[in-house]
Structures are given as structure tokens and as C-alpha cells.
């Protein structure tokens, strides 16, 4: 099985930027491998482009069965965050275009859209093999990718790509919010920005997005608070306060704060900057969706 062991990387990104699950993602690849492990290796001319086609049309499937059950998720529904530090060598094909900005943009389009696009636009294949990998003609897949194409253009935010000024600026966010210092944070917001807050119904958390600086400020100033702090780790069964740690880590192709207590991860905040500022706030605390990353040392 060492071909498939070769592309094992290049399958999981396939699948990760389809399903925005790194759990479905490997649940995918490890069902190409069944298939692949029932093949004759010398009737596949070309393994890669084989597996690859398998492994797209798995995660179609079960895209398609995702998104019906998040549609019934509680409260926002957020990509699962993946670590993209330089060492981690099993997710070095991941390191690109997995921002997570783009990765809840795709999450509006269809599921054939969706794997279009990440085969086009992440994967530059051929559009003569995307339209063998979902079924379709080529000038209607071309169509399918530009529409998709299109799609995300206009709803991807728009923020500042220097990842030297994000981890700056997520530095700061990270000391004003751990040291009660509401006023340093107020300066970093803009008067527009968003939070979005993923705790599954698994952990304390905004149902719906909070825009606003006045509105984020009030909520970041409560789960800030020894109180609020209390609420929230109760939520997910932490006991022990004295384990709670803060720092940084390579999230999804940028910097992120990381909390953990307990000697896990409990919660992943993700900022995007437009000029100077911080745009939008990505929240993470489902448990179920960061318990496989690392505390950052």
C-alpha cells in the first residue's frame, strides 16, 4: 500500500477542503483506502489521478449527507480547525488556501460547486478530469467552477493577507483580553466588526453572530470576567482554573490564540484584519472540533 501511502497527504487535503472536517475528511480518506486496497495496482495507469477521483467522489457523498445534518447544528456552524505549524509534517499539503475566512465562504455553495472549485483552485487539475470526477460534461463543469469562482469573489471578506501584522495584532488581542484591559481592546476592533462563536450546543456560546463593537466588547468583557470564565468551563467539564494556559499557534494557515486548561485545547480564536483593525472574530469551542490540536507551548 506504499502508493497509496505516497498521495495519503495530498487525498486528506482533498477531502479536508471539501467537507471543512478534518474527522470526515480522514473517515473519507480511510474509505479510499479500503477501495484502493481491493484493486489491482497495474490496471491503474495512473494512481494518483485514481485516487484523487475516488476520494473527491467520497467526499461529495458525504457532503452532501453533512450538510443536512448541519442545518439542524446549534447556533453558527464553523470549519474544524486544523494545525498548520511547519512540523506537523502529515498536514504540510494543507498549509495553503485553508484559510478559514475561505472555508465558511465554501460552505454556501453546493456540494459539486464546492469540489469543483477546490479541485480547480487549490488543486489546478485539469478540467477534463474534474468533469470525469463528478459526472458531468466538461463545459458544464467549467460552468459550475466559474460560477463558483464567482461566488466566493464576492463573499469572501476582504482583509489585510500580512501574516506579520495578524500575529502583531492577534498578540495584542491576546494580552488586553487575558489582563481585563477593555479599553486596549475597544482599540482593536473596528465599529463594524463580527463575531461568529461555534460551540456546537457543546459549550457556552452566542447562538447567532454579534456585530458590532459594542456588542462584542460586552460579550468578550463577560467570558473575560472570573465569573464568566467559571460559566464557560463548566460548560465543558473543566474543573481545574490554575491548568488554563493562553497562547499561539499556526491555525488554519495563520496565527490564532489557543486556550487550554486540563492539558487540552478548549478554545481557538482566529481574527481577520482590514485596515489596521480586527474585522471579524472566529470562535471556536465545540469541543468535539478542537480536541485533536495541540496547546501551544
Given at each position: 500500500?506504499?502508493?497509496?501511502?505516497?498521495?495519503?497527504?495530498?487525498?486528506?487535503?482533498?477531502?479536508?477542503?471539501?467537507?471543512g472536517?478534518m474527522a470526515d475528511?480522514e473517515?473519507?480518506v480511510?474509505?479510499?483506502?479500503?477501495?484502493?486496497?481491493?484493486v489491482d495496482?497495474?490496471?491503474?495507469a495512473d494512481?494518483?489521478?485514481?485516487?484523487?477521483r475516488v476520494?473527491s467522489?467520497?467526499?461529495?457523498d458525504?457532503?452532501?449527507?453533512?450538510?443536512?445534518?448541519?442545518?439542524?447544528?446549534?447556533g453558527?456552524?464553523l470549519p474544524?480547525?486544523i494545525?498548520t505549524?511547519?512540523?506537523?509534517?502529515?498536514?504540510?499539503e494543507l498549509?495553503d488556501?485553508v484559510?478559514l475566512?475561505?472555508?465558511?465562504?465554501?460552505?454556501t455553495l453546493?456540494p459539486?460547486?464546492?469540489a469543483?472549485?477546490?479541485l480547480?483552485?487549490?488543486?489546478d487539475?485539469?478540467?477534463?478530469?474534474?468533469?470525469?470526477?463528478i459526472g458531468r460534461?466538461?463545459p458544464?463543469?467549467r460552468?459550475?467552477?466559474?460560477?463558483?469562482?464567482d461566488?466566493v469573489?464576492?463573499?469572501?471578506?476582504?482583509?489585510?493577507?500580512?501574516?506579520?501584522e495578524r500575529?502583531?495584532i492577534?498578540?495584542?488581542?491576546l494580552?488586553?483580553s487575558t489582563?481585563?484591559?477593555?479599553?486596549?481592546?475597544?482599540?482593536?476592533?473596528?465599529s463594524?466588526?463580527?463575531?461568529v462563536?461555534d460551540?456546537?450546543?457543546?459549550?457556552?456560546?452566542?447562538?447567532?453572530?454579534?456585530?458590532?463593537?459594542?456588542?462584542?466588547?460586552r460579550?468578550?468583557?463577560?467570558?473575560?470576567?472570573?465569573?464568566?470564565?467559571?460559566k464557560?468551563?463548566?460548560?465543558?467539564?473543566?474543573g481545574d482554573?490554575s491548568?488554563?494556559?493562553y497562547?499561539?499557534?499556526?491555525?488554519n494557515g495563520?496565527?490564532?490564540m489557543?486556550?487550554?486548561?486540563?492539558?487540552?485545547?478548549v478554545?481557538?480564536?482566529?481574527?481577520?484584519?482590514t485596515?489596521?483593525?480586527?474585522?471579524?472574530?472566529?470562535?471556536l469551542?465545540?469541543?468535539?472540533?478542537?480536541?485533536h490540536?495541540?496547546?501551544?507551548?
Amino acid at each position: 500500500m506504499s502508493t497509496f501511502e505516497d498521495h495519503r497527504s495530498l487525498l486528506t487535503g482533498v477531502a479536508y477542503r471539501i467537507l471543512g472536517s478534518m474527522a470526515d475528511a480522514e473517515d473519507v480518506v480511510q474509505e479510499a483506502w479500503l477501495r484502493w486496497s481491493g484493486v489491482d495496482e497495474t490496471t491503474v495507469a495512473d494512481p494518483k489521478a485514481y485516487l484523487i477521483r475516488v476520494t473527491s467522489r467520497l467526499a461529495i457523498d458525504r457532503l452532501r449527507w453533512a450538510k443536512s445534518r448541519r442545518e439542524s447544528y446549534v447556533g453558527p456552524w464553523l470549519p474544524e480547525p486544523i494545525s498548520t505549524a511547519p512540523d506537523v509534517a502529515e498536514h504540510a499539503e494543507l498549509a495553503d488556501s485553508v484559510e478559514l475566512a475561505l472555508l465558511v465562504v465554501l460552505e454556501t455553495l453546493s456540494p459539486l460547486e464546492r469540489a469543483v472549485f477546490v479541485l480547480r483552485e487549490a488543486f489546478d487539475l485539469p478540467f477534463s478530469e474534474i468533469a470525469e470526477v463528478i459526472g458531468r460534461a466538461e463545459p458544464a463543469t467549467r460552468q459550475l467552477a466559474r460560477r463558483a469562482r464567482d461566488h466566493v469573489q464576492e463573499k469572501r471578506p476582504r482583509f489585510d493577507v500580512d501574516l506579520g501584522e495578524r500575529r502583531r495584532i492577534t498578540e495584542r488581542f491576546l494580552r488586553a483580553s487575558t489582563s481585563g484591559d477593555l479599553d486596549g481592546l475597544i482599540g482593536l476592533l473596528s465599529s463594524e466588526v463580527t463575531l461568529v462563536s461555534d460551540g456546537g450546543g457543546k459549550a457556552r456560546s452566542p447562538l447567532r453572530a454579534l456585530t458590532g463593537a459594542e456588542n462584542v466588547t460586552r460579550f468578550l468583557a463577560s467570558i473575560t470576567t472570573p465569573e464568566g470564565i467559571a460559566k464557560f468551563m463548566a460548560s465543558i467539564g473543566v474543573g481545574d482554573f490554575s491548568t488554563m494556559s493562553y497562547g499561539l499557534a499556526n491555525v488554519n494557515g495563520a496565527p490564532a490564540m489557543v486556550v487550554s486548561a486540563e492539558g487540552r485545547v478548549v478554545t481557538v480564536i482566529s481574527l481577520l484584519i482590514t485596515d489596521g483593525k480586527i474585522d471579524t472574530i472566529y470562535l471556536l469551542a465545540n469541543p468535539e472540533k478542537i480536541a485533536h490540536l495541540d496547546a501551544p507551548s
